[in-house]
């Protein structure tokens, strides 16, 4: 039997696009629900190889569907692109607790998660 996931970490990846934040409020709540603490990432990709942590739970997420991009903050990264960069990522990501991520974004995001889990097998939903 599976061990459940106890800390997840959640980010925002590339471009602003509308339901960034709503997303992002779902998946806090949702996570809540079931007891999972939620570990948000700033600036995607870069914020994860930087370390650019906050916890979130369902205040920090309150109030915000009607704000534009996402509260996160999202980059892109040219870092994340080598294996260097990314063993850095998730080297960050183990060191914080983190043992799954919820990435929010387009095609680019859901390409390093695909690569990321690959390389680093660290499970990875991806929310388009």
Same mark, same amino acid.
């Given at each position: 039997m599976p061990v459940p996931i106890k800390r997840i970490g959640v980010? /925002?990846?590339g471009g602003? %696009?509308?339901g960034m934040n709503a997303c992002l409020r779902a998946v806090v709540r949702s996570a809540h629900e079931y007891d999972i603490e939620v570990t948000g990432i700033i600036?995607?990709?870069a914020g994860m190889i930087e370390g650019e942590f906050v916890e979130l739970d369902?205040?920090?997420v309150?109030?915000?569907l009607q704000k534009g991009g996402t509260i996160l903050k /999202? %980059?892109?990264s040219e870092r994340f692109k080598t294996p260097e960069g990314r063993a850095l990522a %998730?080297?960050?990501i183990k060191k914080n607790g983190i043992e799954a991520l919820i990435g929010i974004g387009g095609d680019g995001t859901l390409e390093g998660a695909s690569i990321f889990f690959a390389e680093h097998d660290v499970p990875v939903i991806c929310c388009p």
């Open positions: 980010f /925002t990846s602003d %696009a509308p600036r995607g990709y369902a205040r920090s309150s109030n915000i /999202t %980059a892109r %998730a080297e960050n």
